[in-house]
């Protein structure tokens, strides 16, 4: 079960048929929340917008327009409600979460996240989202620093509408226009990584700028 099969989008609709819609909402919902990093989010949103378009999936019969959307709220929900799953276990618990160091939640993990929180802010929640184990341990992260729960659920939701509709709809558009996609989705899925890096390299960016002129304002 958590062979590298359980990663492979095409091998789980092999074996659960339209059941995969319904597992990968579980899936989004524990990776964004639960403490579980190693699940395949991004290639499972991609490769239901390849599924959905070749219509491999059939959740609505015979409307693929009605059955995309119903799919980009369903996840987009399960993505959402895992952030405040995350954020209320982060906020019941508290600092001590940070000192566990065991084989999954590894204190080097929560370092990372913080950093990456304190230097994104707000933003993190959305750019977060885009960055596997970041997007797992950010939420918790926020619920220990206790963020205000308004502020988070709005940046949560934009996250998680970004982050849904941005990799479904390329898997859907790219399903569409190349209909043999879905047979290599090992290739797909190397665009898929590098489509997720791109908010994250435009913000890297956009620091290094701003650095470099408070730099040069300070000399």
Not at 10 to 32: H, M, T
Not at 60 to 69: K, Q
């Amino acid at each position: 079960m958590l062979g590298m099969n359980w990663m492979d989008p095409n091998w789980l609709l092999d074996q659960f048929g339209n059941a995969l819609f319904w597992i990968s909402l579980g899936i989004v919902f524990v990776e964004c929340g639960l403490l579980f990093p190693f699940l395949p989010g991004d290639t499972l949103l991609f490769g239901l917008g390849l599924f959905i378009a070749a219509e491999k999936v059939d959740l609505i019969p015979g409307n693929t327009i009605a059955e995309l959307v119903f799919a980009l709220v369903a996840l987009t929900a399960a993505g959402f409600l895992g952030n405040v799953s995350g954020y209320e276990i982060g906020r019941w618990i508290g600092p001590p979460l940070y000192e566990r160091d065991g084989r999954v939640l590894k204190q080097k993990h929560f370092d990372k996240t913080s950093e990456f929180f304190d230097r994104h802010g707000s933003k993190a929640l959305v750019i977060g989202r885009f960055v596997p184990f970041v997007r797992t341990f950010i939420t918790v992260v926020a619920g220990v620093t206790e963020m205000h729960r308004g502020k988070f659920f709005t940046w949560s939701l934009v996250g998680a509408m970004a982050w849904v509709l941005s990799i479904t709809m390329l898997g859907y558009f790219l399903g569409s226009a190349f209909p043999s996609l879905g047979e290599n989705l090992d290739k797909a899925i190397i665009a898929i990584l590098a489509f997720s890096l791109i908010p994250v390299a435009y913000e890297w960016w956009k620091h290094s700028r701003h650095e470099a002129a408070s730099e040069a304002e300070t000399d």
